[in-house]
């Protein structure tokens, strides 16, 4: 190789390098005025094309305002498969979770039931998407503690078969007393 043609690689490479620093420059002034206008406190609704994470981060503010009902449909817009949309998800679930917790306390206990449900359906979801979620894991198991799924019932309680005793007693080849 002469010398002409490596100058002139390190002059294509010197280029793309400055092309690859100006990108990221802009990516990352991108990033900061999102990071200040979160600090500076979302008043407004963010734009639909915003960022998923300014959505996120205004849907959180609701969520810690005590606007449980804004705030779950802020995080339902963002819930995909990415790890922001399960954070969404996971934290949509706290919200249905945390409405149930003071429906139960409240004169209509029963509206919280469907809560309840929603928020384990959605805990299901997270941690089938990632089954190391265990803050997902606590939750459900909390959620099942205050309404146990209908097959969590003790397969026991409805007594033993017809027939149980019989079934032993003609089949060939049992023996029920010891050796």
Do not use: C
Not at 80 to 86: F, P, T, V, Y
Not at 149 to 156: G, T, V
Not at 170 to 176: A, I, K, L
């Amino acid at each position: 190789m002469t010398p002409r043609t490596r100058l002139r690689l390190a002059w294509g490479a010197l280029a793309l390098l400055a092309l690859a620093a100006v990108i990221d420059g802009w990516r990352w002034q991108d990033k900061q005025r999102d990071n200040a206008m979160i600090r500076a406190g979302i008043a407004e609704r963010p734009d639909p094309t915003a960022r998923a994470e300014l959505r996120f981060a205004h849907a959180t503010e609701l969520a810690r305002r005590g606007e449980h009902e804004a705030a779950i449909d802020a995080y339902r817009v963002l819930q995909d498969d990415s790890a922001l949309g399960r954070a969404a998800r996971y934290n949509a679930a706290n919200q249905l979770l945390l409405q149930a917790l003071v429906l139960r306390g409240s004169a209509l206990p029963g509206q919280a039931l469907p809560l309840i449900e929603l928020a384990k359906a959605s805990y299901r979801e997270v941690l089938r998407q990632d089954p190391e979620h265990w803050e997902a894991r606590y939750n459900l198991e909390r959620a099942q503690r205050l309404q146990p799924d209908p097959d969590d019932a003790d397969p026991d309680a409805g007594g033993p078969p017809e027939n149980a005793e019989r079934a032993a007693t003609t089949m060939r080849g049992v023996s029920r007393g010891l050796p």
